[in-house]
């Protein structure tokens, strides 16, 4: 069906008419090259009958081309069918390490050996295009936490800017316990059954002005449930001119504190060694139970204030070629 977004625009239809009748018509002085005296003799019944018929012609398209431009000022919309929208509720916020040891290769994605970030963006990026009916938000923290994207249903939009992340953009320490506050931050106002940061780190804390077990006690205060999960295999071989030899990439990382974090604020510590674990994480925080909430049902809206537009333009331009016609002839 057809609406209109400004139907008050409406009153301004018999706005010509109304000047019409409220202003004096301007006098028309016509200076002749030569005056004949007897003029009326040159003008034949048909020539009246042509002017009057122009005329007319002209009035209604000029009443046309204003009717036309009025409904185009009223913006007229056509409205869709009802489409629901499946909405659990939930908010969850993602807060991913771009610190300097993200740049590891010890994962291997199609037979070809990738870095950390690059695992994170490929696992994910599908984690996100799964989440629907929740609103996503983007934390990336190095030395310092930034919000990349506020609570959002648009997915495409958080699976993008996450996939234009890159290693060192925020640092090249890790300030876990900021981005947790940052989180805390962004969801304080949110709903509390349904506050949930998932945030993910291959090291430990070595930046930032929080503690991340002290910035837990605040998420847990304020409900945020945090899942962590540390990232990195535990073996890979390494080849130098002296040989090869088995070292530790994730010697660094600090999974004591990840587990703490997660208790204190009753979520889960994963491990994730390898492509396989990634994805069976992200599998179980899938299975997290949304918090019900009612089908949100809209309308879709397609503007149609064009049409009326161009045909009122075409009219206009169709009456100043026929008034420039006909006052030469």
């Known amino acids: 069906m057809i609406n209109f977004d400004w139907p008050w625009v409406a009153v301004l239809l018999p706005l010509p008419f109304i000047l019409r009748l409220l202003l004096r018509p301007v006098e028309v002085v016509n200076e002749a090259a030569l005056r004949v005296p007897f003029i009326n003799d040159f003008i034949t019944e048909s020539t009246i009958e042509h002017r009057v018929d122009v005329k007319r012609k002209l009035l209604w398209m000029a009443i046309i081309a204003w009717c036309c431009l009025v409904t185009a000022a009223m913006r007229p919309l056509w409205l869709g069918e009802f489409v629901e929208v499946p909405v659990s509720g939930r908010d969850l916020m993602l807060a991913v390490d771009l610190s300097g040891s993200m740049k590891e290769e010890d994962f291997v994605i199609n037979n070809r050996r990738v870095n950390r970030l690059v695992a994170t963006k490929i696992v994910a990026g599908e984690f996100i295009e799964r989440r629907i009916g929740d609103r996503l938000g983007l934390i990336l923290f190095g030395e310092q936490a930034y919000l990349q994207t506020p609570l959002t249903f648009d997915r495409i939009t ?55 077990l002290a910035a837990a006690d605040i998420a847990a205060r304020e409900g945020l449930k945090i899942y962590t999960i540390g990232i990195g295999a535990d073996e890979m071989i390494v080849r130098t001119w002296i040989g090869s030899h088995s070292v530790n990439p994730s010697r660094d990382l600090d999974e004591k504190t990840l587990q703490a974090i997660a208790d204190k604020t009753g979520g889960r510590y994963f491990r994730a060694r390898d492509t396989e674990e990634f994805v069976k994480i992200y599998q179980l925080l899938d299975e997290l139970e949304p918090v019900e909430k009612d089908v949100q049902r809209f309308r879709p809206k397609t503007a149609l204030y064009y049409w009326p537009l161009a045909v009122a333009l075409c009219l206009m331009a169709t009456l100043l070629l026929m008034r420039v016609y006909t006052r030469d002839t």
């Open 158 to 212: 958080v699976k993008t800017l996450l996939h234009e992340s890159v290693i060192g953009l925020a640092g090249q320490l890790t300030a876990i316990g900021d981005a947790i506050g940052l989180a805390v931050k962004r969801l304080r106002e949110q709903d509390e059954q349904s506050r949930v940061l998932v945030l993910l780190t291959d090291g430990a804390n070595t930046a930032g002005e929080v503690e991340p």
